[in-house]
């Protein structure tokens, strides 16, 4: 329950015509808010992390949805985006994969930013729609040697096993399992969380929450690398210790933007969208809810993970 949207093109102009599927990419960049030249950022393709957010055009807000002037995936009225911002959705990619497609490619620029090698073990941490999608991208666009997920509930451990992890193990399990695993030895210190010698080279944080950040910092590898995924709370105080000790980089991964894949330039959304047959990306949405429903639908969303649901819709047609 994001801000995910499948749409058709209402006023055709700019290369689109009326009635074509399209989603939207929800970054505001410098394009959609017509300034002229475009900030480094947006010039590099890298328009997520535009500068201009609250410049230009359109009121401020980093993406579609968050914006007063262009609506939301949530709203009853018709949602204003820039032809920049869209995407062709072809005939062969069903609408139910095609509203996916956002979060899928989210987890395409993840898995780019910090990406494992053959040698390397990658740890997701989480496996709601976020990690499940990470597996997906780590599985068909890296290397990665082993990829080991952490997820907490039945379908979420069918899907990881699925999607392409190696092996997944449960929350309580990670100072146990987990460790055993990655061959690494657990001290208990006389202050804080479980002390871990090795880990994992690569870790993809798909929480957000204070806890798992910590642990993904004790659960890297001496020298490896911490992607935060997941949205991290507002007010966090972490504990640290470990990401000091072990030298461990933390990286943000926000949002998408043009990758480097292979040789290729090319963009999250482009890729997200070609591995979403293969990954059989439709079979991970639902249930549908009306707009009107949205207590059940955000009440859908809140328990996905003991509900087996992964990606939660609202569906405006009819
Ligand atoms: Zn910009």
């Not at 201009?52 to 018709?78: H, L, V």
């Not at 956002?102 to 997701?124: F, N, R, S, W």
């Not at 451990?157 to 992890?165: I, N, S, T, V």
Request: net charge negative; charged share 25%; hydrophobic share 40%.
């Amino acid at each position: 329950m994001g801000h995910e949207i499948l749409g058709e093109v209402v006023e055709g102009n700019s290369g689109f015509s009326a009635g074509e599927r399209v989603v939207v990419e929800p970054a505001l960049g410098c394009a959609a808010r017509g300034i002229e030249p475009p900030c480094p950022y947006c010039a590099s393709g890298h328009y997520a992390l535009c500068v201009n957010a609250a410049k230009g055009d359109i009121s401020p807000g980093i993406q579609t949805g968050f914006c007063g002037d262009t609506g939301g995936g949530w709203s009853e009225g018709t949602l204003v985006a820039h032809p920049s911002q869209l995407h062709r959705v072809p005939d062969e990619v069903p609408d139910e994969a095609a509203v996916a497609i956002e979060p899928l490619a989210c987890a395409v620029h993840a898995a780019l930013k910090v990406t494992p090698g053959p040698d390397e073990t990658a740890l997701v941490i989480g496996a709601g729609s976020v990690g499940l999608f990470v597996v997906a991208a780590l599985r068909q666009l890296t290397d990665a040697g082993r990829i080991i997920c952490v997820a907490k509930h039945e379908r979420q451990r069918e899907e990881a096993l699925r999607l392409g992890a190696d092996e997944v193990v449960h929350p309580r399990e990670i100072y146990g399992e987990l460790t055993k695993a990655l061959g690494a030895e657990v001290y208990a210190p006389e202050l804080g969380k479980p002390v871990v010698m090795g880990g994992a080279e690569k870790v993809f944080e798909c929480v957000g929450a204070q806890g798992t950040i910590e642990d993904a910092t004790r659960l890297c590898a001496p020298g490896g690398e911490v992607a935060l995924v997941g949205m991290p709370g507002a007010r966090s105080c972490l504990d640290l210790t470990a990401l000091w000790h072990k030298e461990v980089r933390l990286a943000g991964a926000y949002a998408y933007g043009v990758e480097e894949y292979r040789g290729e330039k090319v963009k999250s959304f482009e890729l997200a969208m070609r591995i979403s047959p293969e990954i059989k990306l439709a079979t991970l949405v639902g249930p549908r809810f009306r707009l009107r429903q949205y207590r059940e639908a955000i009440a859908a969303a809140r328990s996905s993970g003991r509900n087996g649901h992964v990606k939660v819709v609202f569906d405006h047609r009819g």
